[in-house]
């Protein structure tokens, strides 16, 4: 009788053991890379603008009166001594109300392409000469849910971040972070775009999502570990019940001997 009992007990204990393990793959990002191993990566990225997007931009040039006229300001306010320039936000047909040009069309187009196209505007009508435009995406933000440490919105004050990035500034995953299937959705013009990645392989870095663009959102699944140990998870209460009522009833049969 007592060897039945401690056999029971064993068996318990295994099978709680076992059905907590996590294989290290599992957690550990980019696994398949080798040691020594050269990644090549041909993965550009440039930001496109998008509609409702808030751009600002400033131009400049060797006679400050004459880029005057393309620098919207307004006076300062009360407690302030300085002019603060005009943001510009992309409406919904993609356009800027841009100074003395009128309406520009800007959505679908980089910083860069979008600072070609206004200094060509302003050369060829004569307005200004070799003019210097610096455009800047002031509403960069990513937003970071699910099983990571600091989740929330983050502003991004350079012109990228990739995904790693932003995992970084949410504090990383959670070790109940499901690290093979991280979704991420992304906005275009009210078209919402959904891609799974799998941060345990190296292909991560050839995603086309492993830059991300402004407003996308970053979410992590809880893994099974996790789902299993929810108190909302009726299934993983009724292997604890039971396993409650074995080891009970194992106790009970060793006091009495």
Known sequence: MRFTSLFILRSIAT??????????????YFNDISDYETLVSDNSHTNKFKVDDVLSIH???LDPIASLPFNLTV????????????????????????PVLGSIKVVGLSPEETKNLLKDKL????????PIINIRLKNFTVTVLGEVNQPGTYPVLGEQITILEALGLAG????????????VIRDFNGSKVSTRIDLTKKDVLNSPVYYLTQNDVVYIEPNQSAVKTSAL?????????????????????LTRQ
């Open 59 to 61: 131009v400049s040039t």
């Open 233 to 253: 998870d009726s299934r993983a209460s009724l292997w604890v019940s039971i396993v409650s009522v074995l080891i009970t009833s194992t106790v009970i049969i």
């Open 75 to 98: 006076g300062p306010e009360e407690g302030r001594y300085q002019m603060e320039q005009v943001d510009y936000i992309v409406d919904k047909n993609g356009e800027i109300d841009f």
């Open 123 to 130: 050369e060829s009508g004569g307005f200004l000469r070799n």
């Open 172 to 183: 990383d995953l959670t070790i109940k972070g499901m690290r093979n299937n991280v979704l």
């Open 15 to 28: 099978l709680i053991l076992f059905s907590s393990c996590a294989s290290k793959k599992d957690v550990v």
